[in-house]
């Protein structure tokens, strides 16, 4: 079956700890992306790479970091300085269209 | 700055009448449109689009309309179903933006029995 994984599903953390979120896809797409989504606001873009070896930041890239080695992965890591990390991580990708498919999220809670 | 902006957090609709999605948006480089469905806790599922080229996109009950002019579109759903029941974001994309969009603050959408 094709499609985009997210694990862990759920995420505690404690504060001022690291922790990275994973993302993997095997549609063969090129383009893959971040979101955070917060309780009554839209999707907010964090991170893309629309192709290995190379990413952008999006809007709200403060405290975060990502790297792309490999097609199928592009894992977010929230950093020490995102101060407000608790909310919920979406991943996507798309082949270069418009359409992007998502991964079923991982929620991020700080202790 | 919220380049897209659905000014109706909720809409309660009773199930087979049509329930109506708003969406604006401000940046006038926008030229494809997208509108997506999100249960709780899960990922948000694609449901149609519409090119800036086309006034209106039809899939089954989903229909899209575009009004350039206005910079608005909406999402019609006809008949409603109780399944409908979900959070429906709209996305906005820019030729030569890479591809990424720029959402709405969605629209919760309750279909009663």
């Known amino acids: 079956d094709g499609g985009i994984t997210q694990s862990p599903k759920y995420l505690f953390r404690k504060e001022g700890q690291n922790v990275t979120l994973s993302c993997e896809q095997n549609?063969?797409?090129?383009?893959m992306y971040w979101y955070r989504q917060d309780p009554g606001q839209g999707l907010r873009l964090i991170y893309y790479?629309?192709?290995?070896?190379?990413?952008q930041k999006g809007d709200i890239a403060e405290g975060y970091s990502v790297s792309r080695e490999k097609k199928e992965s592009f894992p977010l890591t929230v950093t020490s300085a995102q101060k407000n990390p608790t909310a919920f991580y979406l991943c996507?990708?798309?082949?270069?269209?418009?359409?992007?498919?998502f991964g079923p999220g991982t929620r991020l809670t700080v202790l | 700055d919220q380049q897209v902006k659905q000014n109706s957090p909720s809409l309660s609709v009773q199930e087979g009448r049509i329930s109506i999605l708003n969406c604006d948006y401000t940046?006038?480089?926008?030229?494809?449109f997208l509108w997506y469905k999100k249960y709780p806790a899960e990922g948000p599922t694609f449901l149609i689009s519409?090119?800036?080229?086309?006034d209106k996109n039809e899939d089954g009950r989903f229909t899209v309309f575009l009004n350039k002019s206005a910079k608005h579109l909406s999402l019609h759903i006809v008949p409603s179903q109780p399944g409908d029941s979900a959070v429906y974001f709209c996305?906005?994309?820019?030729?030569?933006?890479?591809?990424?969009?720029?959402f709405g603050t969605g629209t919760q959408l309750k279909v009663e029995l």
């Open positions: 549609l063969n797409h090129d383009a």
């Open positions: 996305a906005a994309s820019a030729t030569g933006g890479g591809n990424k969009l720029t």
């Open positions: 940046n006038s480089m926008f030229d494809y």
């Open positions: 519409i090119s800036s080229i086309k």
């Open positions: 996507a990708s798309t082949l270069g269209g418009d359409e992007q498919f």
């Open positions: 790479s629309q192709i290995v070896n190379d990413f």
